[in-house]
């Protein structure tokens, strides 16, 4: 990244960039990116640390790509730049490193106002918005960020290591689907369902938020995300493929079920339905993980016989990131377990590979993309 000023008038803060480029389904390329038409109230960051999200390899590997886009929405950045609006808040300084929150909303629609402006309809989102859209760098695989005036930012602590830092969303996540949305009270227990990152975030929160006995689920092929979950706090973990999922949660909650029930499976659709089956009377079922769009057929009449609840989740309630961030910056050592890749941006494709299975070695839980070289 060409170095800018730290502050500059609207005609002063265009700048160039390297990044990692989709351009289709398994095409990916390195590219000089130069940003102009920059609006006139912004900033920008230098892209620290960005992790990799299960669904940036759906994006790389499954999915139809509609423009070219750079990938990567757990953004960890320092502030280079600000001007216009941004130039004046408070909460912001050149210097001060930050991360993002996806979605780049509207503020001003019902949604917004009530607090829900990560599901706002006019909502655009930090790595998978087109390259086309001025200023163009709006990804983490980049070395550079455009920090925009509605973007929702948090503050990372200081001594915070930013490869760790970038552990912010499946851990917020997992404090705001254990804690909020199942409302998780002490002593009850948990099963997760599929030990990847969002998972693993589940069954620490939980084991943090005072859960009684946390279950985490996996398959073939997941023995070393299970390893990780015990060292993350779970009491128990199974393989389903090679054993009863059934049999071992009412055996170890003596017939009664598990009380919170987090899916965080992608693509499965007999989840839910196992969810339903397993939950003790009053239980709550967080459904996290995405079908893209397959049905998920469940036996509704135990939902009134037992009073579940079943509640979907989009990402996390904002204030979980900055609890997050004081948890990770507090008790570094507890996730250790969550190890991963660490790669610079030509290690991007790699990285994307592995964490979809797709190479050799064990599959990471976690990778984070170091645009400026690994340390």
Known sequence: MQPPPTRGMHSDVEVAAQAVVLTGKRELRQEEICAADVPPDGGWLTVDACGMCGSDWSRYALRDVPAPMVLGHEIVGTVSMLWGSLASRHDLAVGTRVVLEEAVSCLSCALCRSGRHRLCRSSSRYGATAVERAPGLWGGYADAVFLDARAAVHRVPDGLDP?????????????????????????????????????????????????????????????????????????????????????????????????????????????????????????????????????????????????????????????????????????????????????????????????????????????????????
């Open 163 to 375: 490869v760790l830092a970038a552990l912010f969303i499946p851990i917020a996540n997992g404090l705001s689907w254990i804690g909020e949305a199942a409302c998780l009270r002490p002593g009850e227990t948990v099963l997760v369902l599929g030990p990847g990152q969002h998972g693993l975030g589940s069954s620490t929160a939980a084991r943090r938020l005072g859960a009684g006995r946390v279950m985490v689920a996996g398959r073939d092929g997941d023995e070393a995300r299970l390893a990780a979950a015990v060292a993350l706090g779970a009491d128990t973990v199974v393989n389903v493929d090679r054993q009863p999922l059934g049999e071992m949660v009412l055996d170890l909650t003596d017939g009664a079920g598990a009380d919170v029930i987090v899916d965080t499976t992608p693509l499965s659709t007999s989840a839910l339905g196992t969810a339903v089956a397993l939950a003790a009377v009053g239980g709550r079922i967080i459904v996290a993980g995405a079908k893209a769009g397959r049905a998920s057929p469940i036996d509704t009449d135990v939902l009134h016989r037992r009073e579940l609840i079943v509640r979907g989740v989009a990402a996390r309630e904002s204030r979980a990131i900055d609890a997050a961030l004081a948890w990770l910056a507090s008790e570094p050592g507890r996730f250790e377990p969550f190890g991963g890749l660490t790669v610079g941006l030509d290690g991007v494709e790699g990285a994307l590979l592995a964490l979809g299975g797709e190479a050799n070695g064990d599959r990471p839980l976690h990778a984070v993309v170091v645009p400026r070289g690994t340390r």
